[in-house]
């Protein structure tokens, strides 16, 4: 019942006051402006085609429609298909959905929309879903095959198609058929400006790799072929790369196999080739026009992917055997023929291509005939067509929509009447216009213009579309429904839009114009013998297949049915399988011609709404009462309206419906109470229960408000006293609580007193002066030997390393305590000194003496400590000659190395071995092994060293000593630290002095009678390599970076 609320305008038109058609129209217009674009007749569904994507679908929506009766919720396709399926599950009644609109309406998105929704409210299981998804991809695949662009439609179907979807007992898909009609074949040939041809050959050209392109001999440009539109390749918003990939993947879904599925794009490719088959005119030697291929390379090509000789194919295409029952004649075609049979031919291998996909989807969807099957069929069908030329295809399309009408008048009267005939209440018979004239008019077997069209592509003798057109004047000049440059001259009628070719029918949408030119020729569909029997001939098993006609041995003379014929024949069965189901209807509305989102054009939608007969469906829905419902959901909305029945009524549902309606004091012509349902005659009454109902409601809201707040201010009142008392509570024991606990406070203070009292008493009466020192001295030994065990028990460990130490437990310990920690200590380096070996003892004093040379003043000291200092770094055992230069009294070597001696003069280095001995200093050249310089150590005045990472140092030496004289020297070692350690230590030995070793980036060298002021920088990676560089600046001054 929530379709009269919160509905902008009027969700169902049978409530629309006053019924015509221009307050239909703003009703229209004022639901599409607020994006609802579905509306309600009765059962019948209008759509409007929003151009744009609403957030109106997916599994919310469809939980939420599932669970909901038709009109419970705002009108939606959803709603529709759920009360289709639930008929169909629940009360076995086969089902149908009538999608009738305009091109580019939304008929095939809606049939899609309900195709989804049954799939998603239907069983589950492994089988189920495999059935469901293969008919949901039969859409993208006849969608490549049968839509193509229009100038009204981007995704324009081609094509009418009828699917018959079947269930099993539970309502779970079985299967299911499709069955496709009048497919637009002269578009393979032929399109009009701004249309394209079908989608098929674009996706092909633009989703095909090379490889498949190459296999097909296709390129990928669409210039290159005749058949395709050059002007409009290409379709905003669709993508026909990506597009042929699902076509491809929903192939496979349906069950086609790889070589089919290569087949079928094989005769795509061969129906591009043949566009591009360019005919010749030519003559014989006998004056008589003939036609011949002008580039014999694409009929070789065709003939090559098919299997067939080309020169077969030239002679099919070229010429054309007549046969009789006794002779054969082979006459050749002129160039139009020739033209003609091309065309022809590819139009047939399209049509019959698609007819065999349909054919394919349905072997893979089909049931087994022996299961017990419901059926729901989904109709989706070209609307009615009113073009500035209207021809043949027009004019069959009509005729489907005028029986389709006709269909939809009858089921919905007879739909009412059951209704009524239910309910036991008199039926009304309801004036309207029946189209059946019209449709005898087109159809009847004798009369009829199909009948007449057969006729005259039958006869012998000259025929043409102007033969038929007068045999139409002759039968009809009179028919009230046609019309013709004839028949208005006989009635001395002007009319300046009717041409002398044409013909006019009165169509219940309105009068439409057709030129029979090619009229005959269309109807014939005429496909020359000899076309059919080269097809067959190919080498190709799908190809073969599409013309069976064409075996030699089954040739037959008999004319095939013509495309009238067949047509008619096709409407009758779907006519008779509508009859048999429950129709639901979707009324497709186009807003705009631009496909443009938000605009509504007043004029284009009345023109639709006429021809669709909106407002006499909505007549026929209003013929006896416009609204009808059951009691119960009725007395459940309108029950508020009476005394009786509100709050609670305890009678049956029409009862209290009676009693109501009996307070309100309606007419009795305004109802009706039918067995299950009341009926309301006008809108207006209905209307006028809302509004009484709104205004119940209003006050019904107050008295609820006025209810609620007094029970909130008394429910407020007693939590706030409830609360005041237990805070009041609170509070006076909290009193108490605290003036006890001062009580209680000040006895204890009083009885301390007076204990204290009473020992002070005692104490003076039983002990001595003396006992407090003896107590006191008995107190601190007790202590102390508890200090002293507790301290034996808790002693580090006897690392050196570790520290830690207990705390006094008492202040007056602190003393003896750092004392005891003092002699703990020293006892473990005493312990450690023991274990030291002469060899350990020595190292560890050098290591000392290291630290207090360079410590916070080397930056490369940290890195010297854990490395322990080796002495020997040339492996002087094993060098007799250097043993040698050192002399046999100097003992042993202290320091063996390698350094670098920097030259004074241009700051290039050279490099020397360093021997420290007990007495001197040996700088050895290394190239020739031999002693340069020895320098005495009591020569060595001062070593300079920088605070850098690296090795650079200076030995100064006295003036007066003959080494000296020559100047002092400036060398670099790897091992600074560990050299000038060893000696200080000898200079210490030999002369009983401490070295000088000056810590400095800037220091004075000696040549010979001048000095060179030397100054050490670090430069950018001076940390990392420890390499140095030495630039002279002027004749008296050295710069180093290191």
């Not at 597009?243 to 790889?258: D, L, P, R, Y």
């Not at 007549?322 to 082979?330: N, S």
């Not at 109807?523 to 013998?529: A, G, T």
């Not at 002066?769 to 107190?779: K, M, P, Q, V």
Request: hydrophobic letters at 35%; glycine letters at 6%; aromatic letters at 10%.
């Amino acid at each position: 019942m929530t379709l009269m609320e919160d509905s902008v305008g009027v969700g169902d038109l049978v409530l629309l006051e006053p019924l015509e058609e221009e307050p239909l129209l703003k009703n229209l217009q004022l639901r599409y402006e607020n994006k609802e674009i579905y509306t309600y007749i009765g059962n019948v569904l209008i759509s409007v085609n929003p151009y744009q994507q609403l957030p109106i679908y997916g599994p919310e929506f469809i939980a939420k429609y599932r669970d909901y009766t038709f009109y419970e919720l705002k009108p939606h396709i959803y709603a529709l298909a759920n009360v289709a399926y639930q008929s169909l599950r629940d009360r076995d009644r086969d089902q149908c959905i009538l999608i009738t609109g305009e091109s580019g309406a939304g008929k095939t998105e809606a049939s899609k929309l309900v195709m989804s929704y049954v799939a998603a409210v239907c069983g589950k299981g492994e089988q189920v879903n495999s059935v469901k998804e293969q008919l949901l991809q039969s859409n993208p695949v006849l969608e490549a095959f049968g839509n193509a662009k229009t100038i009204r439609n981007n995704n324009s179907s081609r094509f009418g198609k009828y699917m018959d979807i079947e269930f099993d007992f539970k309502g779970s898909p079985l299967g299911g058929v499709i069955t496709n009609y009048l497919l637009e074949k002269s578009r393979v040939v032929k399109q009009l400006e701004g249309e394209r041809n079908f989608h098929i050959f674009y996706q092909l050209l633009a989703g095909a790799d090379a490889h498949l392109l190459e296999a097909l001999k296709l390129e990928r440009d669409t210039s290159h072929y005749a058949y395709l539109n050059q002007k409009v390749s290409r379709v905003d918003g669709m993508d026909d790369a990506s597009n042929f990939k699902s076509v491809q993947n929903a192939m496979t879904v349906i069950g086609f196999s790889e070589t089919e599925i290569q087949q079928v794009l094989e005769v795509t490719a061969l129906v591009l080739k043949l566009g591009n088959v360019e005919l010749a005119d030519e003559s014989q030697t006998n004056g008589i026009s003939a036609s011949g291929i002008r580039d014999e390379r694409g009929v070789q090509e065709i003939g090559e992917m098919i299997g067939l000789n080309s020169e077969e194919l030239e002679k099919a295409l070229c010429s054309r055997t007549m046969k009789t029952a006794k002779e054969e004649v082979v006459t050749t075609l002129n160039f139009t023929q020739a033209q003609y049979a091309r065309d022809a031919l590819a139009k047939n291998i399209y049509s019959r291509l698609f007819n065999w996909i349909v054919n394919r989807i349905n072997e893979s969807i089909k049931v087994g005939s022996g299961e017990k099957k419901k059926v729901m069929g989904v109709l989706d069908i070209y609307g009615f067509e009113i073009l500035e030329d209207n021809s043949f295809e027009q004019f069959v399309i009509n005729y489907c929509n005028e029986k389709l009408q006709q269909v939809f008048i009858e089921m919905t009267l007879k739909e009412e009447q059951e209704e009524y005939k239910r309910e036991g209440i008199p039926w009304t018979k309801v004036d309207y216009f029946d189209n059946g004239i019209i449709c005898n008019l087109i159809e009847n077997n004798q009369q009829g213009i199909l009948a007449m069209l057969d006729e005259e592509c039958l006869r012998p003798g000259v025929v043409s579309d102007s033969t038929f057109l007068v045999k139409l004047n002759q039968v009809f000049s009179k028919h009230g429904y046609y019309e013709s440059k004839v028949t208005q001259n006989a009635q001395r009628q002007y009319d300046h839009t009717m041409g002398l070719s044409c013909f006019r029918i009165c169509h219940y949408a309105g009068k439409v114009t057709y030129n029979v030119n090619s009229f005959i020729d269309k109807n014939n569909d005429l496909l020359f013998r000899d076309l059919s029997q080269a097809m067959w001939k190919a080498q190709h098993p799908l190809l073969q297949s599409l013309f069976p006609e064409g075996v030699p041995t089954q040739t037959s003379l008999k004319r095939p049915p013509t495309a009238g014929a067949q047509f008619k024949s096709s409407v009758a069965i779907l006519m008779k399988n509508l009859y048999s189901k429950n129709p639901n209807y979707i009324r497709c509305i186009k807003p705009n011609e631009h496909q443009q989102r938000g605009q509504f054009s007043s004029e284009l939608v009345a023109v639709q709404t006429r021809y669709l007969g909106l407002l006499e469906n909505v007549r026929v829905r209003r013929a006896g009462y416009a609204y009808r419902q059951r009691y119960g959901p009725f007395l459940e909305r309108y029950r508020l309206l009476g005394r009786s029945t509100w709050p609670r009524w305890n009678g049956g549902d029409r009862e209290g419906v009676e009693k109501v309606l009996g307070e309100l004091s309606l007419s009795s012509e305004e109802l009706a109470f039918g067995k299950t349902k009341i009926f309301i005659r006008s809108p207006k009454t209905l209307f006028y229960l809302e509004e009484k109902r709104r205004l119940r409601l209003q006050q019904l809201a107050t008295l609820i408000q006025k209810i609620y707040r007094g029970w909130r201010c008394r429910t407020h009142y007693q939590l706030m006293r409830k609360s005041q008392i237990l805070i009041s509570s609170w509070f006076r024991g909290n009193m108490q609580k605290k003036r006890y606990a001062k009580i209680k406070a000040s006895v204890v203070l009083i009885q301390a007193f007076v204990r204290g009292w009473k020992a002070r008493k005692d104490y003076r009466k039983y002990f001595r002066s003396g006992a407090a020192l003896t107590l006191a001295d008995f107190i601190y030994k007790s202590i102390t030997q508890k200090f002293l065990l507790g301290l034996r028990n808790n002693l580090p460990s006897t690392n050196i390393l570790d520290r830690t130490w207990p705390a006094a437990p008492y202040r007056c310990f602190n003393t003896a305590n750092q004392e005891l920690q003092q002699l703990f200590y020293r006892w473990k380096c005493k312990r450690f000194r023991d274990r030291l070996s002469p060899k350990q003892v020595e190292i560890l004093k050098e290591k000392l003496c290291a630290s207090e040379l360079f410590k916070g003043k080397k930056a490369s000291y940290p890195q010297s400590v854990p490395i322990p200092f080796c002495g020997d770094y040339l492996g002087l055992q094993g060098n007799p000659k250097l043993q040698k230069l050192k002399g046999g009294e100097e003992g042993p070597v202290l320091m063996a190395d390698t350094v670098k001696k920097v030259n004074r003069g241009n700051g290039k280095t050279s490099s020397r071995i360093l021997l420290l001995t007990k007495g001197h200093v040996i700088l050895i050249d290394t190239k020739k092994s031999q002693a340069k310089t020895v320098i005495g150590l009591d020569s060595v005045a001062e070593v300079s060293v920088t605070s850098f990472k690296d090795g650079l140092f200076s030995l100064h030496l006295n003036e007066i000593s003959s080494v000296g004289s020559r100047g002092d020297f400036l060398l670099v070692s790897e091992h600074v630290i560990e050299l000038l350690t060893k000696m200080y230590q000898a200079v210490l030995d030999a002369t009983q002095r401490q070295l000088l070793i000056s810590v400095t980036e800037k220091f004075s060298v000696r040549f010979k009678e001048s000095s060179v002021a030397v100054k050490v920088i670090q430069g950018p990676e001076g940390d990392r390599n420890g390499k140095l560089k030495c630039k002279k600046k002027g004749s008296r001054c050295l710069e180093v970076t290191v």
